[in-house]
DNA sequence: TACTAGGTTGTTTTT
DNA sequence: CAACCTAGTA
């Protein structure tokens, strides 16, 4: 008797063809749960069997764990099939990683040295910062933000002009970055699209998973890769295109067929991760968004379990009623790493912990302060990063003064001078002769050199170990007060982290180096890393986004409340309100087999505790499917209302500014078409139409370079000419 | 230069 | 409710 085919038996007639349709461009787009990375997987085992070299191949996902996940399975399958591939030779990573590999072998060729540093978010917001600063602008966190908000956008192709200032600041950004021999995240993708014509020849076949979430460097990327041969296959779902505040656009899916001539385009219409019950309440909830493909998906599993629906009083509450279920699913025998609680924001996460904790449930908040983002670690890194690369005058801003050597705002001001054009580096240098700062400059220094010259011959861990001496950090064990115990600690870990990362790097026949691991960290987001006793089982805490393209038996979604789920700020738009039911939709079909939905009815927001209203999509959901645990109960007391207290309107805003309120509002539509109006985040615009009237109506306005948006009245102010 | 108290400010979502 | 920043003092 024949075994059945590991690589193609287990597919649905569709999936087969999208499989097995191995050249020319392939779309496969399809709803949550229809095995999109099923196929994906398969196909790169499929190939690989067929005798395609598996160098040749390139696999885009869109986390560092979906690579891992994807890089795993496709090795199972091909030992199943007796083919052994060494797991190094297969290109599967996200966009980033890619980026910067191909940056790190190539990059010289465009100008980017081989030592060149990564620059995180925070790194770019200090450096956007100093530059506003220098420009006499104003530098609080609010303009900082808005500046690098035009200045991506602008960058990743969602925003077609950049006006001044942001212009300039965009243009010194960029020659700082270069000075220091930095690329920050957006500058690896703009790089690797400026190497793209250097390095197609490098694969024959190119896959990307997530399609509906790439943006248009992204994209161009591939554009460019697939040019000599054509074989891009990209999977997608446009309804859980939920990155756009990132420049993702499902844009590119929905072209798919413009883009590459000759591409065809395979539908996945069934469903085999959930019950009946949450296909269609997600299929219903979804269908609310006039900006989408229409799609079929169904699924040949019973109908299942009702969709659970409760209100509690407060977030606490909430949480404890959620982790009673748990214990209860927990009971019958649901594992408990398959029950996860998907929140929309990650300060969320609090209650929970608190409740988990109290019960004494084991569990894991993806993402949230990441490992790598607590100072100390951040100063070690800076440190490390300074050993390959002096040029980086953040790091040396962020170092100089760490431990505290006597070397302050004086001491940096005159470094500045010293320094002229050059970097911080050349003013040290020059600064070693000053009569007062001199002999503590020489020892910073010579502290940076000596840790420079030990990453050329030796391990990551010994230089990281050499800077932990010298600097006697852990000296500070001697502190008793929890906060520097705690400290210690974390550097400690760190240190566990890097001597890992050489060990596994050995373990691949791999010579170690600080450069890779300052890399896995910069890319890989400390959860991926983390494989904390693995054999606990523990329950999951996360955002909807980190959920993506997960799934679980049971799961939690908390807060189905206005302004929270789906979240509303000021900017908000018709269309950020069609990405929060996306987002909905794709937190709702991580669900297996059973689906929770709770709100609270009190809600405590920057300390102070506000009266909710349930979430517009509850309604949205089909009655029929729904089973609601909660009675109407009065609350006893009389907080203020969300809408009251929306974006601190009545602590800052003039009166002339209501804030929106859901219950509809009292006063006429206040403005006009041919108004010229002021808002919060997008300037001065001209009011083109009114859909509404009061506080609550929708008002069409023609933003000076920005365009046409969709504001709600409340956020609008009157402009006198 | 280092430290502390007090005021203010804010929050999506993450490679 | 924090976390962060600023200004004033040791
Ligand atoms: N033909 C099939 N037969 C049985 N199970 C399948 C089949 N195809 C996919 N599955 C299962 O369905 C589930 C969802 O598959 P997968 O994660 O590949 O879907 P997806 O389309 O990528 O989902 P999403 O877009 O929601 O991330 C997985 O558990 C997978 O093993």
């Known amino acids: 008797m024949e075994a059945l085919d590991p690589i193609l038996s287990g597919l649905n007639p569709p999936q087969l063809e999208a499989v097995t349709t191995t050249e020319g461009p392939l779309l496969v787009v399809a709803g949550a749960g229809s095995g999109k990375t099923r196929v994906l997987t398969r196909r790169i085992a499929y190939m690989i069997r067929n005798g395609v070299q598996p160098w040749r191949i390139l696999a885009v996902t869109f986390t560092n764990k979906a690579a891992r996940e994807m890089g795993e399975r496709v090795g199972q399958l091909l030992e199943r099939v007796g083919v052994t591939v060494p797991v190094q030779s297969l290109w599967i990573s996200t966009f980033h990683s890619i980026a910067s590999r191909l940056l790190r072998r190539y990059g010289t060729e465009i100008g980017v040295p081989q030592n060149f540093t990564i620059y995180d978010a925070d790194d770019q917001k200090t450096l956007v910062k100093r530059i506003m600063k220098d420009m006499n602008l104003e530098n609080d966190a609010l303009h900082v933000r808005q500046a690098i908000h035009y200045i991506e956008a602008y960058r990743n192709g969602s925003l077609k002009a950049l006006y001044p200032p942001y212009d300039t600041i965009l243009e010194k950004y960029k020659s700082e970055l270069s000075a220091a021999q930095a690329v920050d995240f957006t500058g690896l993708l703009e790089k690797a699209l400026e190497l793209a014509p250097h390095v197609a020849h490098l694969w024959d076949y190119i896959l990307i998973d997530e399609f509906q979430d790439t943006n248009h460097l992204q994209f161009e990327f591939i554009h460019r890769l697939a040019r000599p041969h054509g074989n891009v296959c990209a999977v997608g779902d446009d309804d859980q295109s939920i990155y756009s505040w990132r420049g993702a656009t499902p844009r590119f899916l929905i072209e798919f067929e413009r883009q590459f001539s000759g591409a065809r385009e395979v539908r996945l219409e069934q469903n085999y991760r959930s019950t009946g019950n949450i296909i269609s309440a997600a299929g219903h909830l979804i269908l609310h968004n006039t900006t989408r493909r229409p799609k079929k998906i169904w699924t040949a599993a019973p109908s299942g379990e009702p969709i659970y629906f409760n ?88 170092v100089l003064n760490k431990p505290k050597r006597g070397l302050g705002q004086a001491a940096v001001r005159r470094i500045r001078e010293l320094a002229g054009e050059r970097s911080l580096w050349h003013g040290l240098h020059r600064a070693r002769d000053e009569r007062r700062i001199g002999p503590k400059i020489t020892e910073f220094v010579r502290l940076v050199e000596h840790a420079a010259a030990l990453a050329e011959k030796r391990p990551p861990e010994d230089v990281l170990g050499f800077i932990l001496e010298e600097t006697d950090w852990l000296g500070m064990r001697a502190s008793t007060d929890i906060e520097s115990i705690t400290r210690v600690e974390n550097m400690n ?79 908000s738009t018709e269309d950020s309100l069609e990405e929060e039911r996306r987002l909905a939709y794709v937190a709702m079909t991580r669900a297996r ?49 969300l809408a009251e207290v929306a974006s601190h309107a009545h602590r800052h805003r ?14 006429n539509s206040p403005f006009r078409p041919g108004d010229v109006v002021r808002h919060k985040k997008f300037g001065t615009g001209r009011v083109v139409s009114v859909d509404g009237s009061g506080d609550g109506a929708r008002v069409t306005v023609n933003f000076r370079g920005i365009g046409q948006k969709v504001i709600v009245a409340s956020y609008l102010m009157g402009v006198d000419r």
């Open 311 to 398: 209100a509690l009083d407060d977030e606490r509450q909430e949480a404890s009623w959620i982790v009673s279920r748990m214990l209860e699913h927990n009971a019958r025998g649901v594992s408990l790493d398959e029950m996860a609680v998907l929140y929309r924001i990650n300060a969320q996460s609090r209650p929970f912990e608190d409740s988990l904790r109290r019960e004494g449930i084991p569990y894991t908040v993806v993402g949230g302060t990441k490992f790598y983002e607590r100072a100390e670690i951040k100063d070690l890194i800076a440190y490390l990063r300074l050993a390959l690369n002096a040029r980086s005058d953040i790091d040396i801003l962020r």
């Open 654 to 667: 003039k009166k002339s500014v209501k804030s929106s309120s859901y219950k509809g509002s009292s006063s």
């Open 593 to 641: 087999r059973v689906l929770y939905i709770t709100r609270a009815r009190e809600r405590m927001v920057y300390g102070r505790t506000l009266r909710t209203s349930p979430s517009r999509f509850l309604k949205e959901l089909p009655r029929d499917r729904i089973k609601i645990l909660s009675r109407r109960k009065p609350v006893t007391h009389d907080p203020e209302t």
């Open 493 to 571: 870990e760190l240190l566990a982290a890097v001597t890992d990362y050489s060990d596994e790097e050995r373990s691949n026949g791999e010579e170690p180096t600080l450069q890779g691991f300052l890399e896995s960290i910069a890319l890989v987001s400390a959860e991926d890393l983390s494989e904390d006793d693995e054999d606990t089982e523990k329950v999951w805490l996360m955002t909807v986004h980190a959920a993506k393209g997960l799934e679980f038996d049971v799961v939690f979604l908390p807060g189905w409340e206005e302004k929270l789920v789906p979240m509303e700020r000021e900017d």
